[in-house]
C-alpha cells in the first residue's frame, strides 16, 4: 500500500506563496490520480484540486481557480500544490490522497491513502 507524506506548509502573509509536496513511498504513483483536500478547524474536509495519473485533466475548486496550480512529477512519486495570492480563507490543513478509479472525480470518498497533512496558515 502506498503511503503518502505531505510537506511545504507553514505561515505566509495574505498575497504570498508557498508550494506542497506529496511524497508516496512504498509504491508507485504514477497509474493513479491524485488529489489535494483541506480542513479547517469546525469544517468539513473539503476539495482543492486534483490531477490524474497522466497529468491531464486536471480539476480545482472554485475557490481556488487561477491561484492554485497542481501538477506531478512521476520520476520523483511527488505530486505538487502551488499556491499563490494566498488568503486568510486558505488557512487550513492540507491533504493529499490517491485516487482509486479509473475517471478523475473530486469527490473525497474516492480517495484513499490520505497523508497526515500539512498546515498552512495565512495571516491577514
Known amino acids: 500500500q502506498v503511503q503518502l507524506v505531505e510537506s511545504g506548509g507553514g505561515l505566509v502573509q495574505a498575497g504570498g506563496s508557498l508550494r506542497l509536496s506529496c511524497v508516496a513511498s512504498?509504491?508507485?504513483?504514477?497509474?493513479?490520480?491524485v488529489g489535494w483536500f483541506r480542513q479547517a478547524p469546525g469544517k468539513e474536509r473539503e476539495f482543492v484540486a486534483a490531477?490524474?495519473?497522466?497529468?491531464?485533466?486536471?480539476h480545482y475548486a472554485d475557490s481556488v481557480k487561477g491561484r492554485f496550480t497542481i501538477s506531478r512529477d512521476n520520476a520523483k512519486n511527488t505530486v505538487y500544490l502551488q499556491m499563490n495570492s494566498l488568503k486568510p480563507e486558505d488557512t487550513a490543513v492540507y491533504y493529499c490522497?490517491?485516487?482509486?478509479?479509473?475517471?478523475?472525480?473530486?469527490?473525497?470518498?474516492?480517495?484513499?491513502?490520505w497523508g497526515q497533512g500539512t498546515q498552512v496558515t495565512v495571516s491577514s
Open positions: 512504498g509504491r508507485t504513483l504514477s497509474s493513479y490520480g
Open positions: 490531477v490524474s495519473a497522466s497529468g491531464f485533466p486536471t
Open positions: 490522497a490517491q485516487h482509486n478509479w479509473a475517471i478523475l472525480t473530486t469527490t473525497s470518498t474516492d480517495f484513499g491513502s
